[in-house]
Every structure is written in C-alpha cells, then in structure tokens.
C-alpha cells in the first residue's frame, strides 16, 4: 500500500497519476483512514471481530466479474460519495486505488491498494474507486450489518449528511 497527491491531471483515471508528493500512513490515519498493508486472513478476522463486522461479500470487479453492469459500476465508483457506514475493504487478487479527500477538501489523496491490503472507510468520509491498467480487482467488502453498498454522492444535500458533519468533527485537528 502507498499513497500520494493526485496530480489531477486530464487523462485515464486507471494511471496512477502521481504528484511525486506522497503521504504517510500517520496523514491516512488522521483522516479516519485506517490502513493495514499486507495483513494475512486471520488478522482480518481478528479486526472483524473486534469492530463487530455482521456481514461480508466479495466483488470480482473486472469485465468479466461484473458482465453488463461493469460500466456503470465503474462509473459510480469513480462518482465521489460517501457511505453512512464503517466499512471495510481487503483486496485478494489484483490491484486499484481509492482517492479519498485530503484535509483541506481540496486535492485528492490516492490509495494504491493490492492483495493483503485492508483499509478501514469511516463513515462520511468522500472517496471514490477505481481500477489501475490491471483492470482487475478482487476484494472481500465487510459491512457492519447488512452487505448493502449505498453512495451518497456528493451534492450541497450529502455536504449536510449528520454522518458527513459527524466525519468533520472527528478529523478536525
Ligand atoms: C474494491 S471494492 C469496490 C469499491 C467499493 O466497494 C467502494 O466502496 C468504492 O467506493
Ligand atoms: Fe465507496
């Protein structure tokens, strides 16, 4: 797992599109991010366990895993939103990276994410999704109660989601 500045440069949301600016674990962590690279299955249910995670499902997110919707998943996860729930992604196979919102809310911050990665979504956090040149992602998605994926994409309404203004509170330094 690594991350950096997004350069926000037009082009293929798939190419790593590196700053050269990169971002430590400890500024991850601050967002409410929690990484922990390169864990093996045991710790996952370890952590599961401990923040009483119900329910889990696993995506195969390719052409192939997801057939006709590919495109619109792809597309609603490259949409910036929020989830009103903890959630929890560890990658089996493959590879992709999750942007989530630097503290100034202005620039994006990209996660390169590969097998025996787990990163921790707090509720409320704006991110988005999406493949690299791989094109390939298998990931096990663990979900506190039912294994639901509902985005709140991001409008002046979700700015005012309690659970966006509650992520607000919890990061301000
Ligand atoms: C790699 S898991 C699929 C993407 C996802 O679950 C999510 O929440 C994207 O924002
Ligand atoms: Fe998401």
Redesign the pocket.
């Known amino acids: 797992m690594k991350a950096w500045i997004y350069d926000d440069i037009e082009g293929d949301q798939r190419e790593p599109h590196n700053s050269g600016e990169s971002v430590s674990f400890e500024t991850l962590e601050k967002l409410g991010l929690l990484p922990h690279p390169n864990i093996e299955m045991d710790k996952v249910e370890e952590i599961a366990k401990e923040r009483v995670y119900r329910n889990r499902d696993e ?1 195969n ?1 390719s052409r192939e895993g997801l057939g006709a919707v590919y495109e619109q ?1 792809l597309k ?3 949409t910036e ?1 929020l ?1 009103e729930d903890e ?1 929890i ?1 560890y ?1 089996k196979d493959g590879s ?1 990276y ?1 942007d989530v919102r630097d503290s100034t809310d202005a620039r994006w911050i990209r996660v390169a ?1 590969e097998p025996k990665d787990l990163i921790i ?1 707090p509720p409320g956090i704006y ?3 999406t493949l690299d040149t791989g094109d390939y ?3 096990l ?1 663990l979900f506190k109660d039912e294994p639901k ?1 509902v ?1 709140h994409d991001r409008s002046a309404e979700t700015d005012k989601n309690p659970f966006r203004q509650e992520y607000l509170q919890a990061v301000k330094a």
């Open positions: 995506i997110v998943k609603g996860f490259f939103h989830h959630e992604r990658i992709g999750f994410v979504l991110h988005r999704f992602v298998k990931a998605r994926w985005p």
